[in-house]
């Protein structure tokens, strides 16, 4: 029997409040009440196998409350006349409300709307409403975040030096992927950076200052020391980018140990990639001129960054990441507990059949072999055929 029960009912006016319907129509005054709910009954010759399942099942639907039930006068063959349960019918928000429990939280929403006096917002609760909900202890905060920012448009401050009663940095941080979708509302184009995007860019895209990228690097040849020799050196991206260096060779490895174990070469420096993201070097257009080395792990995500650095550096040379090294090292596999399954377009004829062997588990289910596992004597070698110039 699939008789629609009360707990279907509910269930389906609980999908209305979950789809956030029922409080975006508080905003748009269209009414989504009286509503039709869907209702089967049992069918003649359920009617007469079933009578008392069917008695009851009328009784139950009789006493819910909040939910009207209309019947309909049938004539059985066996059974005479009886009355049945036709349609369920939701006659107002307030039933809707009381029927599912959420007559206090429409009341909490009301009072956010009602303190939203930013119209440009208001498309924004409609669509989120629920989320809204999730942020109504912070809403009035957020609200004068946004008022602040239309009035001091592009600030060129940090996120710290926002002064405004019960708002610091930490709640802005934290809140960034909802801010973003308020402002992009409420301010006007030319004080969005359309060109900054996601939480991380946060800063960049609304006009705050951001804390600066840095570059973590080793000079390999003492001849090129700007400290003391091997010094382990961090600056800015700025700075970096301003550097007066005859280098001509440049490694980049993921791995710190790697990193701060990088054998001298002739003319080089090895960076601290730490993995995606290579902002912090675009800027340094020296390195156009520049031989580069990447250096990362033999699995799906070690290819994947050396295809984004690619896009920045198209020149760059993957080292130690073939199929020789691969196989010649077979003791040290590994897995990759979560492969790419990117496509990637900068990868040359050899790297991309490896990447590919690897994303399909042509050689192994999620095989990997990072670099630290190489020896190092496999690194010496490779770095000796490479050409000094």
Known sequence: MTWTTPIELHAQVKKLWDRGEILAALISGEPLFPKRLRLKGPSSA????????????????????????????????????NSLPDQAWIDTQENAL????????????????????NQQLHPWLAKRALRALELADDWPKLLAIVAWLQSHPQPGIYLRQVDLPDVHSKLIESHRGVLAELLDLALPPDAI?????????????????????????????PAYALLANDADITLDAASFAQLKSKISMVFITENEVNFLAFPKHPHSMVIFGSGYGFDMLAQAQWL???????????DTHGFAILDQLRS?????????????????????WGQEETPS?????????????????????TIRNKLRLEQEKIGFHWLEQALAKLPSE
């Open 98 to 117: 009381a029927l599912i429990g959420k007559t206090a939280e429409a009341t909490r929403f009301k009072q956010l709307f009602a303190v939203t006096h």
């Open 193 to 221: 950076n359309s060109s900054a995007t996601g939480i991380t860019q946060f800063a960049q895209r609304y006009g705050f200052c951001d804390k600066p990228q840095r570059v973590r690097f080793r000079i390999l040849d």
């Open 288 to 298: 156009n001129n520049c031989q580069i080395y990447y250096w990362g792990d033999i």
């Open 341 to 361: 399954s990117a496509e990637l377009t900068q990868l040359n004829h050899e790297e991309a059949a490896l990447f590919a062997d690897l994303k399909h588990h």
């Open 312 to 332: 920045h550096f198209p020149h760059v040379q993957s080292l130690l990441m073939d199929r020789q090294t691969l196989l010649y090292f077979k003791s040290q």
């Open 46 to 81: 359920e009617l007469s196998s079933h009578f008392d399942a069917a008695r009851a099942w009328i009784s139950e639907l009789k006493t819910m409350r909040h939910c009207r039930i209309t019947m309909r006068e049938i004539n059985h063959r066996t059974l005479g006349t």
